[in-house]
């Protein structure tokens, strides 16, 4: 990774600045792009979902090309075993082991079709996930900072998957469904083709490195002083609370979902050139914060219920604070 400096002093300009990079590239997929943004803010994870050929992989390539940082891939596949990921001890010609780093060694680490591997495979990111390291023979090794998990899945293929355990889903900030572009947005996309843009090489496209590591950090940092008055913390406090307590949720939102959604929310805030949390930025995350943390009844899902439906209804029943 080289150290690009970045050419606005101001960190939210950075950052805006790698958005706008990365339209070049990706087109008609500015939420999804501002979420993942949101998520490194706060070092939160994002789980994409959405069916094959609609950039979920182009976006983290062209993301870590705009920020300068080093980014690998994984397919995941039924074979591939824990250390393909985290890494092995290897005999060295002196006769010692010697730990050889997995792929998640990395800034932004793509995990790509994360379903599609064995619950050991995929317990294997639990604790690069959570702690930002990983154990191997008694010996912990820290990853690089900044570190990101961007996981795909394909939401209409469940022949040979392993669907995430519900203690993984909840290491994710935030599940981002990326759908199709509009007609206008797909013409734009084969005028690229057509043009010749290569997009699968964003720096053939003219991406280049707009922002660094450390405008990444400062702009984290401009998160943390975002104010949230004990209104906000008491309002996400009983939306977490109303997941427990609805009929149609087998498992409600952990402690963990309802500080997520408060970073989430102070990242969003900051992004908009606030200085404090307002409801609607809270009610603006909800969604893609808490929808994969809730585990429907059978029965409701048989009917063919969404978690966006039931937290629609909760975002209504529970008062706003003003």
């Known amino acids: 990774m080289t150290d690009a400096r970045s050419a606005v002093p101001d960190p939210r300009q950075a950052i805006v600045a790698v958005r706008d990079e990365v339209s070049k590239v990706i087109v008609g997929q500015e939420g999804i792009v501002t979420g993942v943004l949101t998520a490194m803010l706060v070092q939160g ?16 390539t062209t993301l870590a090309k705009a920020l300068d940082l080093d980014m690998a891939r994984i397919q995941f596949t039924p074979d591939l075993m824990p250390s393909d990921v985290t890494g092995q001890l290897t005999l060295s010609p002196s006769g010692s082991f010697e730990f050889r780093r997995g792929p998640v060694f990395t800034n932004l680490l793509v ?4 379903n599609r591997t064995p619950p050991k495979t995929q317990a294997a990111l639990l604790e690069s996930m959570e702690e930002r390291q990983v154990s191997q023979a008694g010996v912990t090794h820290l990853l690089p900072d900044p570190f990101i998990v961007v996981a795909t899945q394909n939401p209409i293929e469940y022949e040979g998957t392993y669907p995430l355990p519900e203690a993984q889903l909840d290491r994710f900030l935030f599940q981002l469904n990326v759908g199709y572009p ?5 013409a734009d996309i084969l005028r690229l083709h057509h043009r010749g843009v290569n997009v699968r090489d964003p720096a053939s496209a003219g991406v280049t490195a707009v922002a660094g590591a450390a405008d990444l950090d400062a702009a984290r940092n401009a998160v943390g002083e975002v104010g949230a008055d004990e209104k906000v913390i008491e309002y996400i406090v009983n939306l977490a609370r109303a997941t427990r307590e609805n009929g149609a949720i087998e498992l409600g939102v952990s402690p963990r979902g309802s500080a997520m959604l408060l970073h989430a929310s102070k990242a969003w805030s900051w ?5 404090f949390v307002t409801p609607d930025e809270v009610q603006v995350m909800a969604k893609p914060v808490l929808r994969h943390r ?3 009844r059978a029965d409701v899902l048989i009917e063919g219920v969404e978690p966006d439906e039931i937290l629609d209804s909760i975002l ?3 008062p706003v604070p003003r």
Do not use: N, Y
């Not at 994870?45 to 983290?60: D, F, S």
């Open 45 to 60: 994870h994002v789980l994409l979902e959405g069916v094959p050929g609609v950039a979920k992989t182009l976006l983290v």
């Open 111 to 114: 995990a790509d079709e994360l």
């Open 182 to 186: 509009t007609e206008e947005q797909e």
């Open 271 to 275: 992004l908009s050139g606030m200085t």
């Open 294 to 296: 809730l585990r429907l």
């Open 316 to 318: 209504t029943a529970v």
